[in-house]
């Protein structure tokens, strides 16, 4: 059966055949997180001109390249994934110092960022021997363009990533409330048995904004920004939004939250009234939105006392 990226392989060779792609090299390259068309053509390209893929899962890369028209006998696939990223390891080097070419992908998105990759990586490096990015699809970059955040925007510039919060619940709260005292943009994963859970442990950060991006690329695709403290009313509205895999970024803490005159302010009322009043207050006091002081007054009743508040 012809497979209709056909075209798409003839463009790859077209456009990327002319280039340099050294013997002894191993190819990280990212393939599509759930939208085929989303593969590019130097990735076709490499994928078909290798001589093994390592992968994450033989079957399922086995899958995706025919569903490129792209053969590989089963002895040209190697599992690599994060039981045996270390044996398998050594294994792709053996290959590359034999002057092989190897691509490694994991099951969707780009290798070694929250899927195995990294030490296969590592260990090639060590073994000096040439490592090359084939970039490509990424749920947290797709995730963080949706977001309306400006990364460059000082006090709180750039983003962490910090993958999947705990799978225990008295170590995500502690994470979560870790992530309170990070200024700058979070981002996280989530798999949808554990959705519901990873949205009560993030309702305490309340009135911070958040964006849910469920099934990037993918026919039921959903993007939502809203409140940390309506996330779990939110999933719990409709069945189907805690279904699919999830990536959610934790937008920058309000400018209030950072320090200086504004959050003195705030103290000083908390000091004395409920945090309702207070905020109200520092509000009227300040200028500054109350949205914005109403997380740094969460924030700051969560914090250690210090001899200036005690």
Known sequence: MTSAFAPARTAAHAAAAQQHYPQGSLYLVAT????????????????????SVACED???TQTLLRAYGIDKTAGQLLALHQHNEAEA???????????????YVSDAGTPAISDPGARLV?????????????PGPSSVTAALSVAGIDLAQ????????AGFLPSKAAERGTAVQ?????????????????????????????????TLARELTKQFEQIATLEAQALPAWLAADANRARGE??????????????GTDTRVLQLLLAE???????????????????????????????PPDEDTR
Do not use: M
């Open 32 to 51: 599509p997180i759930g939208n085929l068309a989303d593969i590019s053509l130097r990735a076709l390209h490499v994928l078909h001109l290798v001589d």
């Open 58 to 60: 033989t079957r399922h």
């Open 89 to 103: 390891a050594a294994q792709v080097v053996d290959l590359l110092r034999q002057g092989r070419r190897v691509a």
């Open 122 to 134: 590592a260990v090639a490096l060590q073994a000096g021997l040439p490592v090359v990015p084939v």
């Open 154 to 161: 000082a006090p709180a510039a750039g983003f962490v990533f």
């Open 178 to 210: 870790a992530l309170q005292a990070e200024v700058r943009a979070t981002v996280l994963l989530e798999a949808p048995h554990r959705i519901e859970a990873a949205a009560d442990a993030l309702a305490v950060l309340g009135a911070r904004r958040i």
């Open 246 to 259: 999830f990536v959610l970024v934790l937008h920058p803490a309000p400018a209030a939250a950072t320090g």
């Open 273 to 303: 009234l409920p945090l309702k009043t207070a905020v109200r207050l520092a509000a009227e006091i300040t200028g500054q939105p109350r949205n914005a002081l109403y997380d740094a007054a969460l924030a700051l009743r969560k914090a």
